[in-house]
């Protein structure tokens, strides 16, 4: 390679490089491929949501996001929205960590959302409240981000209640919602939630992965059947059952087939 050639690859490069790791958000620099965790307000809207069922009212929220390499604001990004399970005190932003790696390989933003204090309950309008004030937050710095696709992905617990917030979120319409990750789950909530909240017909063609460990003794591959049969009976379209060797866990290449299909179905 001459001489000449190889500067302008290395002006290119570090331009590409500069314009790549300009992005910001909540005051952190965004580094393409890395990880940061933000703080901000949580509105009164947000905190009436959340202070349900008796909750303290949380003034802050915090959130821990990961990046896919080359991530640059200007561009639209599918998002993941993780969701934990409230057993053994998880919170989504300790979950966010294991679906890193397969989301964002993909090309996925990953978004889980925290508080800075406990609540009295970890009830579902706690999560929503705090979801609601994280994708607030984002948006007032990325408006453009509210027309990015989102997808819901939990674990167990965490499974049934990403399916109840992405309903109540589709419902108002303040998210695109382009897929459902439910590993480990026993029990439809996701088809309840389309019932209680009614977001649409719409809602019925969004793409459902249902990951179960064919060992599971918690979320047997029978209940896994079971929560099947209950979305299609619903009224989902597109519910995939996929069967891995392994228990009550989370696998992490099947995060990675689920999003290449959620990708596929609705080519963005």
């Given at each position: 390679m001459s001489r000449t050639l190889l500067l302008f690859c290395f002006v290119f490069h570090g331009l590409i490089a500069s314009v790549s790791s300009g992005a910001t958000l909540g005051s952190?620099?965004?580094?393409?491929g890395g990880k940061i965790e933000i703080r901000f307000p949580v509105s009164k809207y947000f905190q009436d949501?959340?202070?349900?069922?008796?909750?303290p009212r949380p003034e802050t929220g915090r959130a821990v996001l990961a990046f896919p390499a080359?991530?640059?604001?200007?561009?639209p990004w599918p998002i993941l929205i993780v969701t934990s399970t409230s057993d053994f005190n998880r919170t989504s932003a300790m979950d966010a960590e294991w679906y890193r790696a397969?989301?964002?390989?993909?090309?996925?933003?990953?978004?889980?959302?925290?508080?800075?204090?406990?609540?009295?309950?970890?009830?579902?309008?706690?999560?929503?409240?705090?979801?609601g004030a994280a994708l607030d937050a984002i948006r007032k710095e990325w408006p453009q981000s509210a027309k990015w696709p989102v997808a819901f992905a939990g674990f167990s617990g965490g499974s049934k209640r990403s399916g109840v917030?992405?309903?109540?979120?589709?419902?108002?319409?303040?998210?695109?919602?382009?897929?459902?990750f439910l590993s480990g789950i026993n029990?439809?909530?996701l088809g309840e939630a389309y019932k209680t909240y009614?977001?649409?017909?719409?809602?019925?063609?969004?793409p459902v992965w249902l990951s179960s460990g064919a060992s599971d003794p918690v979320a047997t591959p029978q209940a896994h059947n079971l929560v099947?049969?209950?979305?299609?009976?619903?009224?989902?379209?597109?519910?995939?059952?996929?069967?891995?060797?392994?228990?009550?866990q989370l696998k992490m290449s099947e995060v990675r087939r689920a999003l290449q299909w959620f990708r596929q179905l609705g080519r963005f």
């Open positions: 952190q620099q965004i580094e393409p949501i959340a202070a349900q069922a008796g909750n080359g991530f640059d604001p200007a561009r397969p989301a964002t390989a993909e090309g996925w933003v990953v978004l889980g959302p925290d508080a800075t204090i406990r609540p009295r309950l970890d009830s579902t309008q706690w999560r929503l409240g705090l979801l917030l992405g309903a109540m979120l589709a419902k108002g319409g303040s998210v695109r919602v382009c897929g459902f029990e439809d909530r009614q977001p649409g017909r719409g809602f019925l063609e969004v099947k049969a209950s979305l299609e009976r619903t009224g989902f379209k597109r519910v995939r059952l996929e069967q891995f060797g392994g228990g009550h």
